[in-house]
């Protein structure tokens, strides 16, 4: 079985760094612990341990702190069962051939990108698509490095393809897609950040789902460039499998996929040119809404009758953080822009089909109710353990039993040794990134970008 690595994701096992070995060694033991989870769960509850259990249950004075753990495991049981039937019912649309192919436009925003943007230029302009039917907006918004001269160099070696504009001064992101919007000319629009490169196959596979006149937004699948980074970015390559392919594929089944990336998205032009003056004079809170530009124009897709699905042949592989405050910064910057658009998903629900309503809806609920409970468990938790220091045991058993299913389907998605790691960024998460989501929460006022 090959085992992927490198930046391309495709090498030999005997190709690997002695650092990722070393890595593997590192988290060996945190496996460990988290496959004996369920075992030592159970004989927590029914074992050894089972009078233990009950006498706590009985005699704390905070027994009806304990509901908020229950309550939380329920919904995200019931959840996580729902997800994987739909899941498993997903199948990703074919792709289109050469001679089928419409007007396409590939639209990439950079500001500050260096080298990378010609990297991602030309993975787009030698993917697979026919000649004459393709074109390339690239636009540089306001950079203060050598990111023009790169775009004009690149531009230079594919004449017929690439178009380039350069903004004056730095605008943001959503104004530098507005220019490109505007100046595109194909039936489909399609986005690429400028540190991501696409797969050949990917602009072909991303048309082939706007063969269904009912769909204004396509979803590619985000994979993890810089996978030789360390540590941190083969953990998030497991986290995106089960966030963006896992999450988005249950999604897809009834039409309704929350957020097409900005990584890889595909728009039918007839719609987004629509929504296109709202979404850039959109507002929050009295002011510009957060970062979250591409979470907000699959709403107003949304909200204009057109559904939203997921694209798992369509790939894409980005450059992701590698260190915890770089990381911190794009997970504060998604959550704002999740309170955001959250709202506005639910205000624009009515409008849906019946199905694609109920469906969206009850996984908002679950979702969103356990926000509040999993912070509830945290503060119950942390009065309890000091009386009863066992519950801390069993905390860290019951992120290991979730880890081996998280760890499982990652597997089943991508099969590899790195599906390890998933269990590895639970551990993770539940230590040092808890307090983002509060914190997004309370500063979600802020319109800073973070990680520049």
Known sequence: MKIKSGEDGRSDFSALAMAEVLSFAFLLPIVLVGSCAAWLSYGAVFGAHRALWLEWVASSPLWWLKKPLLSWSLLGLLQLGIRTALWLSYRPYSSLDKGAAPSLSVIIPAYNEGRGVAD????????????????????????LDDTWTHIEKTAARFPTVVRSMRLEKNRGKREALYAGFRRANGEILVTIDSDSIIDKQALLAIAGAFRDARIGAVAGKVSVRNLNGGTLPKMLQSYFLRSFDFIRAAQSTYR????????????????????????????????????????????????????????????????????????????????????????????????????????????????????????????????????????????????????????????????????????????????????????????MRSRAWGTR
């Open 120 to 143: 991602s230029i030309e993975s787009v302009a030698m993917a697979k698509y026919p000649e004459g039917r393709l074109e390339i907006v690239v636009i540089d918004d306001g950079s």
């Open 256 to 443: 309704t996929v929350q957020c097409c990336p900005g990584a890889l998205s595909a728009y039918r032009g007839q719609a987004l040119r629509k929504v296109l003056n709202r979404w850039r004079h959109q507002t929050f809170l009295g002011g510009p809404p957060p970062p979250g530009e591409d979470r907000a124009l699959t709403n107003f897709i949304l909200e204009a009758g057109y559904d939203s699905v997921y694209q798992r042949l369509a790939v894409v592989h980005t450059i992701v953080p590698q260190t915890y405050g770089r990381l911190c910064k794009m997970y504060t910057r998604w959550n704002r822009g999740f309170f955001c658009e959250e709202f506005r998903l639910a205000c624009l629900l009515w409008k849906r089909p019946l199905l694609s309503r109920w469906m969206t809806f009850w996984d908002m609920v679950i979702t969103n109710v356990q926000y509040p409970l999993s912070y509830l468990t945290l503060v119950c938790c942390a009065l309890i353990i000091p009386r009863h220091p066992e519950v801390f045991l069993w905390l860290l058993m019951g992120i290991g039993g979730v880890s081996i299913l998280n760890m499982l389907y990652c597997f089943v998605l991508e099969p590899s040794w790195r599906c390890l790691f998933s269990v590895a960024y639970d551990y993770y998460a539940f230590f040092f990134l808890w307090w983002i989501f509060p914190y997004s929460f309370f500063t």
